[in-house]
Structures are given as structure tokens and as C-alpha cells.
């Protein structure tokens, strides 16, 4: 079974930046996609950020130029380099990655929290 761990949420001022990393269980070219969700409190599920195995990837609009998605495949690592953060930023951001068309697997989450 596949396990994917975020990490590197916390508390930021807005304007600040954060880190977030994916570690999966195996080899991230394993994957043919993976990517970055986040969930606010109240709010349905949407999606953040994606890579493809290729390495070309897609951002949602309100995050465009602020976040960028990357990975190193020697520590089956995918990550998310958030700036210029806002309030509206704020929620647990989850990792997938997808196997194939149809097989799917999530992370934990780690808590993303804006505030000044």
C-alpha cells in the first residue's frame, strides 16, 4: 500500500512563505500524476497544484505566481513552495498521487494556517 506524508505546515504572517513536502512510500515516477489539494473548514476539496510524471505541471488561478510545485525523485519527494501567502490560503493541504487511470492515494494533510 502506498503511503504519502505531508509535512511542513505551521502558523505564517501573510505575505510570508511556506514549504510543504510530500514524501511517498516509493518512487515518485511510479506515479503518472501527483499533485497538491487543499480543504478550508466548510469548503469542498479543491485542487491546488499538479505534476505530471513528464514534469509539466498546472496551477490553480488564485495560486498562479505564488506557488510552485517541484520534486526530487532521489527522496520520492514532491513539494509545494507557497509565497506571498494570504488569509485565503489557509486549510490542510493534502498530497496525491495518482497510479495508473483509476488508483488514487492521499495523505494525512498538514494544517496551513494565514494569520496576522
Known amino acids: 500500500q502506498v503511503q504519502l506524508v505531508e509535512s511542513g505546515g505551521g502558523l505564517v504572517q501573510p505575505g510570508g512563505s511556506l514549504r510543504l513536502s510530500c514524501a511517498a512510500s516509493?518512487?515518485?515516477?511510479?506515479?503518472?500524476?501527483m499533485g497538491w489539494y487543499r480543504q478550508a473548514p466548510g469548503k469542498q476539496r479543491e485542487l491546488v497544484a499538479t505534476?505530471?510524471?513528464?514534469?509539466?505541471?498546472s496551477y490553480a488561478d488564485s495560486v498562479k505566481g505564488r506557488f510552485t510545485i517541484s520534486r526530487d525523485a532521489a527522496e520520492n519527494t514532491v513539494y509545494l513552495q507557497m509565497n506571498s501567502l494570504k488569509a485565503e490560503d489557509t486549510a490542510v493541504y493534502y498530497c496525491?498521487?495518482?497510479?495508473?487511470?483509476?488508483?488514487?492515494?492521499w495523505g494525512q494533510g498538514t494544517q496551513v494556517t494565514v494569520s496576522s
Open positions: 505534476v505530471t510524471k513528464g514534469g509539466f505541471t
Open positions: 516509493e518512487s515518485i515516477f511510479s506515479f503518472n500524476n
Open positions: 496525491n498521487a495518482k497510479k495508473g487511470i483509476l488508483v488514487s492515494f
